[in-house]
């Protein structure tokens, strides 16, 4: 099956600092990849989808510029958090969809812990 | 916006028994998830469906378009079946447009299956 992988699995950083996430699909290329955001005992929202080539699309609410993605090739999206803050600590999953035109299934990486302090 | 229920919200049951979880949804869809997801956090997508019933193993999914309903059984439960299961729907009818731009997923939050040996 279609594997997608996401780095890092875990990262622990200062307020203020940024990080990136990036999620890859390994044996397919994908077309769209989405990020949703987790919080503890909550569900997956969704916080933007991205296509190959071109500007994500923001889910209402969701900062732009704070949470920064690129969709630069078709294995391969990064999510930044900039000026990172407490409140952004989260679990981030990306997924992957592949074959424009059509609904096809998504692909889930297995996510990435972020700790802000 | 489509608003997802699942329930129950937590099961616990004994090794053996027969699970069923039921997630309802308040709009037309064109596809219905099943995932998976372990303590660690990453996700598994056990079944993607529009219509009937798909099986694999000891896992069956139903879907009732007309009532907007759907079933995820579990035959011969085991202890490593524990997991929580999250109902997620793509909202819409029919194929995207050309180019890309598939939709996000709406998630229910979860059922909390512990079953125990």
């Known amino acids: 099956g279609a594997v997608v992988s996401q780095h890092p699995s875990r990262v622990i950083c200062k307020s203020g600092t940024s990080v990136k996430i990036e999620c890859r699909s390994l044996?397919?290329?994908?077309?769209?990849m989405f990020w949703y955001r987790q919080f503890p005992k909550q569900s997956l929202m969704l916080m933007a989808t991205s296509n190959e080539g071109s500007k994500a699309t923001y889910e209402q609410g969701v900062e732009k510029d704070k949470f920064l993605i690129n969709h630069a090739s078709l294995t391969l999206s990064t999510l930044t958090v900039t000026s990172a803050h407490p409140e952004d600590s989260s679990f981030y999953i990306c997924?992957?969809?592949?074959?424009?035109?059509?609904?096809?299934?998504?692909?889930f990486g297995p996510g990435t812990r972020l700790t802000v302090l | 916006k489509n608003e997802v229920e699942q329930s129950p919200q937590n099961l616990t049951a004994q090794e053996g028994e027969f699970i069923t979880i039921n997630c309802s949804y308040s709009?037309?869809?064109?596809?219905l998830h099943w995932l998976q997801q372990h303590p660690g956090g990453g996700i598994v997508s056990l079944f993607m469906l529009s219509s009937g019933k798909k099986k694999h193993g000891r896992l069956i999914a139903t879907i009732n378009i007309q009532e907007k309903h759907s079933s995820l059984h579990i035959t011969a439960s085991h202890p490593r079946d524990s997991a929580v299961y999250i109902c997620?729907?793509?909202?819409?009818?029919?194929?995207?447009?050309?180019?890309?731009?598939?939709?996000?997923?709406?998630f229910g939050k979860g059922t909390h299956l512990i079953i125990q040996p």
């Open positions: 709009v037309g869809i064109s596809a």
């Open positions: 997620a729907v793509r909202s819409g009818e029919g194929p995207l447009p050309s180019g890309g731009g598939a939709d996000g997923l709406t």
């Open positions: 044996d397919f290329q994908a077309t769209t």
């Open positions: 997924s992957a969809s592949f074959a424009a035109g059509a609904y096809n299934e998504q692909f």
